[in-house]
């Protein structure tokens, strides 16, 4: 089992351990300490840090199992250590902020089904390991949500529709609604912060009990002062005075922004007129427009003053439910790139004609071998819609009933790859028109 070494800076933070890939090893063993470093790798004792998840300006996550939970819970371990030479007085203080944040984190983590539910929070005290002295860390274990960010969906998929933001804004919303009455103000709202999980449901994460801490330090980054992040902090957040719930609708709507033009959010806004620059960028109602408009005041004042006004205002004019409750993960042109419709479609054309030679050769009745093959090709299709098979899957299938079907005695091996291809180019061009009549109609409507 390969165990990751959590000290900052470990040159080889990746261990093997063969006994502990016995489960029964596993959860009885005593601790294991890094070849490299010495660092102990079972954190608090039950807590087995196996892969490294990403590093932000203050922190690193990694994916863990918990060893004292049956079935080996996955969970994140977030890992923070103040940059810079604390006074023993400015780490004790950074102790009790993230104390008392993790107390938040997990009251409202525990009660909102779409906040990660915080597990555990402890420090821990290790010997350095190239001086005398004594290194402190500080850890939080958090729920795993097995999905994307937002940011990184918009990487692969590009801009979101309008349905697909609207989406995001009445669910992050409800999210605020509900911190925002326990007086929570998350500060630091963006697509990297917002979590799809597999089956379609949106988390808000990073509620700031890290960046609380290393605020005391006084950090900075090229990205972010503080407590938030450039282009979606609002004013009064970036002059270091009072943040409000309104600052949080601010980050929501550049958020949102950014979702819908995909562009860079610090190129969206035009530092000497004092104004955003977005609108032309997208084609979206007027009504939702002014609403991002009102949130993204400059005066805080100005704003909408709750998540509950802004949710009002956008069910006073809105399309049919049926079109705005579409998921992100759907079958729809907007959900998937080009490349991903098309591959797709030839991948249906190619597999529709093998699987119909194989159950005609088996059955010799056309009509069951249609009935037959209908169904497996839905199935085929629905699979895609759900992504639960993609990209190289698809050609691994493809080749291997291919395979399976040039090794059916009495067929004509040439016919039959032929056939196929010419299926796959049909069901190409087929989907290309489709998709330009939609795209057409869409825009006429």
């Known amino acids: 089992m390969e165990v990751y070494c959590t000290r900052p800076n470990c040159p080889r933070p990746q261990n093997y351990f063969p006994d502990l890939d016995d489960i029964t090893k596993l959860k009885t063993a005593q601790q294991k300490y890094c070849v490299t470093c010495g660092m102990p790798l079972m954190l608090d004792g039950r ?31 977030k890992q923070f250590q103040p940059t810079g030479n604390l006074t023993p007085q400015q780490l004790e203080v950074a102790a009790q902020l993230f104390e008392r944040e993790a107390e938040v984190l997990s009251e409202i983590g525990r009660v909102h089904e779409q906040i990660p539910e915080l597990y555990a929070f402890f420090p821990m005290i290790v010997p350095s390991w190239q001086t005398t002295a004594q290194d402190q860390f500080f850890y939080l274990v958090q729920e795993y949500i097995n999905g994307q960010t937002l940011e990184t969906e918009l ?106 033009t995909n562009q860079e959010i610090t190129q969206l806004f035009d530092s000497y007129s004092n104004q955003w620059i977005w609108r032309e960028q997208v084609k979206i109602p007027r009504h939702l427009a002014d609403i991002l408009e009102k949130m993204l005041q400059p005066a805080a004042q100005q704003r909408f003053q709750s998540a509950e006004e802004v949710l009002a205002a956008l069910s006073q004019k809105r399309t049919p439910p049926t079109v705005l409750q579409q998921p992100l993960i759907s079958a729809s042109p907007a959900t998937f790139s080009i490349w991903e419709l098309l ?53 691994i299938i493809a080749t291997i009933s291919l395979t399976i079907v040039l090794f059916i005695p009495g067929i004509i091996r040439l016919q039959i790859v032929v056939l196929s291809v010419a299926a796959a180019l049909i069901a190409i061009s087929a989907t290309a028109l489709f998709r330009l009549i939609y795209k057409l109609l869409s825009r006429i409507i």
């Open 47 to 77: 807590y087995v840090p196996t892969k490294l998840l990403g590093k932000g300006g203050f922190g690193t996550a990694f994916l863990a199992c918990d060893r004292r939970i049956p079935g080996m819970r996955s969970c994140v371990v």
């Open 155 to 260: 990487a692969q998929y590009g801009q979101f529709s309008e349905e697909q933001a609207l989406e995001v804004l009445r669910e992050i919303l409800k999210i605020l609604q509900f911190i925002h009455h326990k007086n929570i103000i998350h500060r630091d709202i963006k697509p990297s912060n917002i979590m799809r999980r597999q089956d379609g449901k949106l988390f808000l994460l990073d509620f700031g009990a890290v960046k609380q801490v290393a605020n005391v330090s006084g950090v900075a980054t090229s990205t972010s002062t503080g407590i938030y992040t450039l282009g979606f902090a609002a004013p009064e957040q970036m002059g270091g005075n009072k943040v409000f719930p309104a600052t949080d609708l601010y980050a929501l709507a550049a958020t949102v922004v950014n979702l819908l």
């Open 343 to 395: 591959s797709g479609a030839a991948f249906s054309g190619f597999e529709g004609v093998l699987i119909a030679i194989a159950l005609f050769t088996f059955t010799q009745s056309p009509i069951i071998t249609l009935s037959l093959a209908g169904i497996i090709l839905s199935l085929l299709i629905f699979a895609q819609t759900k992504r639960w098979i993609e990209k190289f899957d698809l050609l």
